[in-house]
């Protein structure tokens, strides 16, 4: 099957596939940008089954190269960034990482500096940034293996758990058979998308060709503004969201 970015750009280039601080993203601007990260990380050398670790807090760039990972049929490891130097060091060659994407601030923050990993890229999103000739779309299969999520650890070291595009796929059926889909709903999405149910609403909405409001971080101020919105004066309103229970 085609890759849904690229399949939802073609359906409704127009309609608006994010909402990050305060700028609209539609499914052609967000595919234009993944077609540009394909181009990059095919730069790189990664290819098919290469292991992308990303060390980034929710962004477009982060939704981006998470389609573009999809279109290479490589492998996506978010990592928390709330993680320690020696932790994160721990999961990336667990995971057999090839790359590291990251924001300079976050490199600096985490001194992986003085991470002896001579076998990982490391790359900054700023030196990431190069003009190639865009790569818009490619056929995926449900088989592979999509990405790489670590357990939280709590009995013991983190485990690494490998989910293949065919898990998020049949992932979406359900929720939208559950919860129902109307065609201008738009998710919420303050949770972190190193976690799996960050990345699932990003996967889920694409697919569905609907709308993400996603927030940089969960701050309970800014959740409440969105959810208190008037459903009847604002495209931008939120109507689905996916939070943590205490």
Known sequence: MKDW?????????KKTALYFEGERHSFSDLNKLSSQWTARLKAMSIDEGSVVALLLDNS???????????????????????????????????AEAKIVLMTSSLKDEKGLDALS????????????????????????SLENRFCILFTSGTTGKPKAVCLSLKNFYYSANASAYRLGLLANDNWLCAMPLYHVGGLSIILRSCLYGTSVTLHRKFDLQAVSEELSQDLRTEDSTVTLASLVPT
């Open 5 to 13: 970015l690229a399949a939802q750009s073609l359906l409704s280039p």
């Open 60 to 94: 477009v760039d982060f939704v981006a190269i998470t389609f573009a990972v999809m279109r290479l049929g490589a492998v996506l490891l978010p990592l928390n960034t709330r993680l320690t130097a020696e932790e994160i060091q721990y999961q990336l060659v667990e």
């Open 117 to 140: 990993l001579e076998a990982i890229k490391f790359h900054t999103i700023q030196e990431s940034y190069v003009e190639l000739e865009p790569i818009y779309e490619s056929n995926i």
